[in-house]
């Protein structure tokens, strides 16, 4: 089965702390992806990565970035987490580009005070 | 830009079949057509997707419009456990632009 791995199912911070959220496949995928879902918005696109290193601005990058130094790792980094930030954050891979099945893992609850 | 539209909720009764629409209105010729539910506290999971033809498989049928314009996702017999949110989306330059989702009611 394939296993989409995110590091921590909630988390606390505070205001203008630095957050790092990991995510992690077992399914060698070239392609992964981190979304923000609220309320009445769905999922929103945030940043994805193709491949090593390499990484493509999504809907909503304002206030993110991402980091891909190995092929099954894919790190959100909230540089200064505000309090609109407070989300809940999902991971997927999937093997070739969006036409691909896209797995997800299980997500991550943030709330920031 | 690209835009998915779907209904904000819908109820259906068990045992009986459930026709999930959703509109693609910007979609292109080469996009696919894709649908995902998620059920409580877990992540999105994978239905079904499409091109231009009807498609099935063992846990839903996909029909698409022939202008693409919009699709349905057919959930032939409805049990308790497919109360979920569904989403549909198509895909873009590896974006897939999603639908807000449907809350589908399945009442006993």
């Known amino acids: 089965d394939v296993k989409v791995t995110q590091s921590s199912r909630y988390l606390v911070k505070r205001t203008g702390e630095k957050v790092f959220l990991e995510c992690v496949q077992d399914m060698d995928h070239e392609n992964m992806f981190w979304y923000r879902q609220d309320p009445g918005l769905g999922l929103r696109l945030i940043y994805f990565?193709?491949?090593?290193?390499?990484?493509e601005k999504g809907d909503i990058p304002e206030g993110y970035s991402v980091s891909r130094e190995k092929k099954e790792r894919f790190s959100l980094i909230l540089e200064s987490a505000s309090t609109n930030q407070t989300s809940m954050y999902l991971c997927?891979?999937?093997?070739?580009?969006?036409?691909?099945?896209?797995?997800f893992g299980a997500g991550t609850r943030l709330s920031v005070l | 830009d690209a835009k998915t539209t779907q209904p904000n909720s819908m109820e259906s009764n068990e045992e009986e079949p459930v026709h999930l629409p959703c509109n693609h209105s910007t979609i292109s010729g080469t996009d696919y057509i894709h649908w995902y539910r998620q059920l409580p506290s877990q992540g999105p999971e994978y239905v079904i997707h499409?091109?231009?033809?009807?498609v099935n498989n063992r846990m839903a049928s996909l029909a698409i419009a022939e202008d693409r314009k919009s699709s349905t996702l057919i959930l032939h017999r409805a049990t308790l456990r497919d109360a979920a949110v569904y989403y549909c989306g198509g895909d873009s330059n590896y974006q897939l632009i999603w639908g807000a989702g449907t809350k589908l009611i399945i009442k006993p």
């Open positions: 990565s193709y491949d090593v290193k390499m990484k």
């Open positions: 997927a891979s999937s093997l070739r580009g969006a036409s691909g099945i896209q797995y």
């Open positions: 499409g091109l231009t033809s009807n």
